[in-house]
Each structure stands twice: as structure tokens, then as C-alpha cells.
């Protein structure tokens, strides 16, 4: 099966720029995950979304970031404006329906570089 | 809360030898416990498994171990070789019980040939 799909694979701004990342899951998952990883953490999750609804946003920065699954297939994550400490790693990744004892998936995700 | 330990941060092993690392976790209903293998610049892919119904589950040269009362559970590596280098994460689902998962801090495992 295809895997979880990101672009762009880098991405380099100056601060207080804006930015959008997009992913596309595997074929059929139904909830689809953003996290957010800095150098030398693990990944730290901002958003899970079931089908096109968010089920927990509760460390999502919400004055900067924003992110939408219309159609409960691709999604994407913005940034508007930019810190310096946005510098990140973003990985998206999709598990099957609600996502309760099975594994998530990651795509290869976008290497975020604020200047 | 919502809270996965994560330890050692580091670990270094000579080739052949063992490696284990062990991870705490807070919630008490939590049942299902990944642990992730991420290689420099790739993203993380899960290389074992283990729900609460069981207490360990192999798989070749990997195994997970998993001790409910005392909310830990550990990867063991035995006969590590220099491809096993690589930062491994070990994850717990969330509180809100969503279907989310909560990443300890990773430990980065060098295997020395």
C-alpha cells in the first residue's frame, strides 16, 4: 500500500512569514495526526482529526496555527506568522478508524527552517 | 496527565551485545504500547508492538516487555549490530483516550562495530 504522503520536504522562511504543509494518508484511514518534532525530542502531537472533524487540537497555537481536512482525505497544516522556534520537523501521520490499539503511520514529513 | 518517560537518553553498546531501554508511562488504562525506530533525516516506523493482554511479544531479535502494575515497559535488543543504530521512541496513548499516542523523548542507541 502507498504510504503517507507530505510536501514539501523542506521548507526554509523568514520569521513572521506564513507557511502550509500538506499531507495525504493512506487510502482509508479514517484519522490523520500532526506532530511536531524538534531536534532531539520526540514527535509532540498538535492535532488529530477523525474523517474531516477534530477530535483533540489541545496543543495546537492556535493564534499561529491552523490546519483543516475538509474532505476527510488530505490535510493541511499552516503557520502564519512564523517564530523562530516553529523550526521543526512536521510529521503527519494516519491510523485506522479511531486509532485505538493500532499503530500510526508517518510519512517522511517537512523539515521546517525558520531564519 | 499525559506524561511518557523515556530512559536512557543515550546508549551505547558494542557490537553482539544487548540494549535496553525502559519506559514509563501515567495512565493507568492505558493498552497499547509502540515502539518506533527512527533513522537519521527518516521518519519513525514501528518495529514492535505489545497490548495489555499479554506481557511480552518477540520478534527475532526484538522483544518488548510490559509490567501493568508498575506502569513500565521495556525493548529489548539482543545481538545488536551496527544497523540497529538509530534513535527509538517508545509511545502510550493519550489520556482522552482518542486513539492518539504520547512519545517518550527517544533514546539514541549506538551499536559499535
Known amino acids: 500500500e502507498a504510504g503517507v504522503a507530505q510536501s514539501p520536504r523542506y521548507k526554509i522562511i523568514e520569521k513572521r512569514q506564513s507557511v502550509a504543509f500538506w499531507c495525504n494518508p493512506i487510502?482509508?484511514?479514517?484519522?490523520l495526526y500532526w506532530y511536531q518534532q524538534i531536534l532531539g525530542q520526540g514527535p509532540k502531537l498538535l492535532i488529530q482529526f477523525q474523517n474531516n472533524g477534530v477530535v483533540d487540537d489541545s496543543q495546537l497555537p492556535k493564534d499561529r496555527f491552523s490546519a483543516e481536512r475538509l474532505k476527510g482525505v488530505d490535510s493541511t497544516l499552516k503557520i502564519q506568522p512564523a517564530k523562530l522556534e516553529d523550526s521543526a520537523v512536521y510529521l503527519c501521520a494516519s491510523g485506522t478508524t479511531g486509532g485505538f490499539n493500532s499503530p500510526l503511520h508517518f510519512g517522511n514529513g517537512t523539515r521546517l527552517t525558520v531564519t | 496527565g499525559e506524561n511518557v518517560e523515556q530512559h536512557p537518553s543515550t546508549l551505547s553498546v558494542q557490537e553482539g551485545d544487548s540494549a535496553v531501554i525502559k519506559c514509563t508511562y501515567s495512565d493507568s488504562a492505558s493498552n497499547y504500547f509502540p515502539w518506533y525506530k527512527q533513522e537519521l533525516g527518516k521518519r519513525p516506523q514501528l518495529i514492535i508492538d505489545i497490548r495489555s493482554n499479554v506481557g511480552e511479544k518477540k520478534d527475532q531479535r526484538i522483544a518488548v516487555t510490559l509490567n501493568k502494575t508498575a506502569k513500565h515497559f521495556s525493548l529489548h535488543i539482543t545481538e545488536t549490530q551496527p544497523e540497529d543504530s538509530a534513535v527509538y521512541f517508545c509511545a502510550a496513548p493519550g489520556s482522552s483516550n482518542t486513539g492518539k499516542l504520547i512519545f517518550g523523548q527517544g533514546t539514541t542507541l549506538q551499536v559499535k562495530p
Open positions: 487510502s482509508g484511514h479514517a484519522t
